[in-house]
């Protein structure tokens, strides 16, 4: 039958709500600011990262290097000692008199920095953070994926993630037969696996114009809380980079509508 969410919301969502898909919005008072569903984002958390590994090697890591760094991490975060066969422990960061693995989830995402061999992907590769996030998730929500994101998943060409972005910079996905038509490639074995709905977690990236500085910041929303409607995760105060302007220079007005995925 009818897609439930399109039948719940095609006569709520006007396509005049905030997007959160990292899209910049400019104030009247001269602030950049965008929300990004880090819920669609690849997951630092993931106990089998496959999402992590396909993006390493879209950014061209080999096999064996991208097996390197998703190893380390999953040494870095887990609770035990045992090293796995192409990782590293509390032992190798001794001898390199590195701080050892916390065996904990990550905080943040910059503490990718302290995980053997991440510091010099990161370098070579800055703008890996800005697709992966320390929530668990790997949502498919079409509406808010990065571009980076698109691409892995199965079915869809470069030519498919562009005509995606393309439809909802006015549009927004409210029906699996939409995604399908737009995308061109994708098949109904994938159906099952979409989201619509955005996730509590939400990505805040906050700067002023003229500025050399922008705020990174991390909050899960907490609607049923009877004191705050969020927390706050993480919080950064960074140089801009390339990146940063390249989506600063198409910053456009806020729309009145409210939020919208």
Known sequence: GRDPFSFRW??????????LDGRVYLTQRNY????????????????????????LRNEKFTRSESGILVSNLLDYIDRDDEKLLDGAEKQDYRKLQRLEPTNRFL?????????????????????????????PGE???YNSMTEKRLLLIDGISADGASEILRYREEKNFKAWDEIKEISRTLNDDLKSEVNYVPSPYMRLRLSKLGSGLVTWSA???????????????????????DQDREDFAQARKPPSGGIYW
């Open 10 to 19: 095609e006569n709520i969502v006007s396509g005049d709500e905030l997007r």
């Open 219 to 241: 909050v899960t929303l907490t609607p049923r809380s009877t004191s705050r409607p969020w927390t706050l995760d993480y919080e950064f105060v960074r140089k801009i980079e």
């Open 139 to 141: 949502f498919n929500n």
């Open 107 to 135: 905080s943040n995402p910059w503490q990718l920095h302290n995980v053997l061999g991440w510091d010099s992907a990161l370098n070579k590769h800055p703008d890996l953070f800005r697709e992966v996030s320390i929530y």
């Open 32 to 55: 950049l600011f965008s929300i990004q569903d880090a819920g669609t984002l690849i997951s630092l958390r993931s106990e089998k990262p496959l999402l992590l590994r396909q993006l």
